[in-house]
């Protein structure tokens, strides 16, 4: 329980993969052990600008939850503090932007935490579901191999209908065409 006991943790270990400076882990001790909180991050850039967003992923591409392939925590910058992950294996539908097909493993900041009994969401971002299908903004962990969502709740966009997937996946066309590097 000790080592989520911090409001801020300096810096995400991995930073590269949101783009964050900084980590604030939500609810109190006594309310996160056994349930389920929040950590929300402070991101280097306006990770709504789908432009920044692209530019700063290198892959975008529509894809389908298989299962989850595992769980696993990272380190951060604050000693002793480790930030749930999950991973998850991923049928890529189509590629937007980056080389990537057949089945992937995307990695997803947040999940259980076997120590407190509880459950990490990122910016409140639900953990993925098996069988739903949802376009994706990754970069490659280039330790690990697997692809991680660079902004929690902007970056895994959940497909509900044939209509919003076709509106999401134009809306990224366009952001990819137009993509801006974030400084």
Known sequence: MGRLRIAVAAALAAAFTIGAGALVLGGTDEEREGGTYSAEAFFA??????????????????????????????????????????????????????????????????????????????????????????????????????????APGYANVVITSPEQGKRVVGEFEEAIRHQVVPK
Not at 72 to 93: A, C, D, I, S
Not at 100 to 109: A, K, L, P, R
Not at 113 to 134: A, H, Q, V
């Open 45 to 150: 850039f306006d990770v709504r600008d789908k432009r920044k967003l692209t530019g700063f992923a290198e892959h975008v591409f529509l894809g389908r939850v298989v299962e989850k392939a595992g769980s696993e925590g990272k380190g951060t910058t604050n000693p002793g503090t480790v930030m749930p992950q999950t991973q998850f294996r991923v049928e890529v539908l189509r590629a937007l932007k980056g080389e990537v097909g057949g089945e992937v493993v995307v990695n997803q900041e947040g999940g259980y935490d076997p120590e407190d009994k509880s459950t990490m969401l990122m910016e409140g971002d639900p953990l993925l579901e098996p069988g739903k299908t949802y376009l994706f903004t990754t970069k490659r962990d280039p330790r690990k191999g697997w692809l991680s969502i660079v």
